[in-house]
Nanobody, 125 residues
Framework: QARVVESGGGLVQAGGSLRLSCTASGLTFDEYAMGWFRQAPGKEREGVSCISQTGSNTYYADSVKGRFTISRDNARNTLYLQMNSLKPEDTAMYYC??????????????????WGQGTQVTVSS
């Protein structure tokens, strides 16, 4: 059974950094495009960043460009999100998701095949 599990969230002051990880099991990781999404209380889930199967293509939401970096290690079945210069408005539950179609991940969040349970990121001002 396919499973993706996020980790690395926490409480950080504005301007600080966190690195999120997402480890996949039960699927052939390098066949899946991956994405990070987030949902703040009272708001819709939104795309943050995504990466193609080989890592050659990436996408970032305008709100995180220049501050967040997505990467993947196919040998370790792991996806990462390095988050720098964090702002209070980055506070949200962050989710990892996987789908075989990179276009589906870019267009997300709806329709993706596999989702994790999320990891909370809280940025204090």
């Amino acid at each position: 059974q396919a499973r993706v599990v996020e980790s690395g969230g926490g409480l950080v002051q504005a301007g600080g950094s966190l690195r999120l990880s997402c480890t996949a099991s039960g699927l052939t990781f390098d066949e899946y495009a991956m994405g990070w999404f987030r949902q703040a209380p009272g708001k819709e889930r939104e795309g943050v960043s995504c990466i193609s199967q080989t890592g050659s293509n990436t996408y970032y939401a305008d709100s995180v460009k220049g501050r967040f970096t997505i990467s993947r290690d196919n040998a370790r079945n792991t996806l990462y999100l390095q988050m720098n210069s964090l702002k209070p408005e980055d506070t949200a539950m962050y989710y990892c998701a996987a789908d075989r179609d990179f276009r589906t991940v870019v267009a997300g969040p709806w329709g993706l095949k596999h989702w994790g349970q999320g990891t909370q990121v809280t940025v204090s001002s």
